[in-house]
């Protein structure tokens, strides 16, 4: 039992990587400011700022997870 217990865990903590989430979070936040600036769309001024927050958000769940 504790074997597959190993490889589950193993499983989880592979996907739920604090790097990698991290970097796509911080990726979001930059999309948002760039999406925030720009002087050609309004539809993607729009959602400047729920891109933003979503970052923001994910930025503070993916810091909870380990290393």
Request: aromatic letters at 14%.
């Amino acid at each position: 039992m504790s074997g597959s217990a190993a490889v589950a865990k193993s499983g989880m903590s592979r996907w739920f990587r604090r790097g990698p989430w991290e970097a796509g979070a911080t990726t979001l936040i930059g999309g948002g400011i760039i999406m925030l600036v720009q002087p050609w769309s309004i539809d993607l001024y729009s959602y400047s700022f729920v891109t933003i927050l979503a970052g923001t958000v994910g930025y503070v769940i993916v810091s909870h997870f380990p290393e």
